[in-house]
């Protein structure tokens, strides 16, 4: 955040208020079991910050929320909702159908509510929404003491343009603004399902897999090295080291306890719930396509707790790709993976340029 915008933080009046002050709607979700769920389009929203606490989408005759609403669930996990939702019964819903805030107001609100309740629940204490009728938030005020929806305003909307000007520098220096298809890329999307698969080994490929060693967390030394453990949080990224470990090269591939595999584009260590595929030598993009393949391979249900995937399962592991006179097919993988990216950014590329351009307006007046 730019100095400008701490600034008006700082100088802005506060005052306290109660949730039930700010929203007549409280309500918590009802229950609906995962095996109960029937495929559909309605998001279906859980406890938990994986996909912003939407578990899956859902056609069951659900009570629907609607958009412009907040969730907070047992742990005090808070999002706002641009879109209607139906909720399980571990998350609170919170709204005011009397008065329509914008969505800018209630990005400030979700934050204030977030800030309020940061480390009171827990799997011992967990939150329902009737307990937080009394709770508090503190919100930007005006001199007679009413919320300041102007502040907030303007607020959101000029911290949202500093994010989408990040945004957009990104998208340049790292070249993803072009999303624009290249003829092999458009070539190899059109002909997918006519492309020649083979089913090649991991350790034929790339040589026997690499096991990480075990590195206790109190015996970890903070440091810049990005230290990889099993688990999908943070891309099972656990710490950042300066302990002498053995390091990995960038251009490899993980695979963790549980089968599930990671491309990283970094140096890296490793501990010994992590084995480590050594695609150094293969381009970028088809090694992208290789992790992605392995993921398939491995990450099949067979791997957990009571049965970890090592390094020898990995040398074990067979996987399905694109092959041409008998190897594999790199050129082809690397395209469908440049094919893939430009198209999952167009939008967020279309998107930035959209923000920009309402900026610009919006400071021209």
């Not at 859902?58 to 706002?80: C, L």
């Not at 508090?136 to 001199?143: E, G, I, S, Y």
């Not at 007679?144 to 909307?157: H, R, Y």
């Not at 590195?215 to 230290?227: C, S, V």
Request: charged share 25%; proline share 2%; with cysteine.
């Amino acid at each position: 955040m730019n100095a400008s915008l701490n600034e008006k933080l700082g100088t802005v009046k506060w005052g306290e208020f109660k949730y039930k002050e700010v929203f007549n709607r409280i309500e918590q979700g009802r229950r609906l079991k995962k095996d109960d769920q029937i495929d559909g389009t309605i998001p279906f929203v859980m406890s938990g910050t994986t996909n912003a606490g939407v578990v899956n989408y859902i056609s069951n005759p659900v009570a629907s929320f609607p958009k412009n609403a907040i969730t907070i669930d047992i742990f005090g996990n808070t999002f706002y909702r641009n879109y209607a939702f139906g909720a399980g019964d571990d998350t609170g819903v919170y709204w005011n159908d009397a008065t329509a805030y914008s969505s800018n107001a209630m990005l400030f609100f979700a934050v204030a509510m977030q800030k309020s309740m940061m480390g009171r629940f827990s799997y011992g204490k967990k939150l329902r929404s009737s307990q937080s009728e009394d709770f508090t938030m503190h919100l930007p005020v005006t001199d007679d003491g009413a919320i300041d929806f102007d502040f907030m305003e303007s607020f959101i909307a000029e911290l949202e343009a500093e994010r989408v000007a990040e945004l957009s520098a990104y998208l340049t220096v790292s070249g993803l603004d072009n999303y624009e298809l290249s003829s092999e890329e458009e070539s190899v999307l059109k002909n997918f399902q006519s492309l020649k698969w083979d089913t090649y080994n991991l350790e034929k490929l790339f040589g026997k897999a690499t096991r990480g060693k075990r590195l206790k967390g109190d015996d970890r030394i903070a440091g810049t090295l990005p230290f990889v453990t099993a688990g999908e949080a943070s891309e099972g990224i656990s710490a950042y080291i300066s302990n002498e470990v053995e390091v990995f090269e960038k251009n490899t591939t993980t695979i963790d306890m549980f089968g599930s595999a990671k491309y990283r584009n970094y140096k890296y260590g490793a501990d010994d719930h992590v084995a480590v595929v050594h695609t150094e030598a293969v381009p970028m993009k088809a090694a992208i396509f290789v992790t992605s393949a392995c993921h398939k391979a491995a990450h099949t249900g067979k791997f957990d707790y009571g049965h970890n995937f090592y390094a020898k399962d990995a040398d074990a592991l067979d996987i399905q790709l694109p092959t041409k006179d008998g190897k594999p097919d790199y050129d082809t993988m690397t395209a469908l993976i440049s094919a893939v990216q430009k198209l999952v950014i167009k939008d967020v590329v279309l998107y930035a340029d959209r923000k920009i351009e309402k900026a610009k307006t919006i400071t021209k007046h």
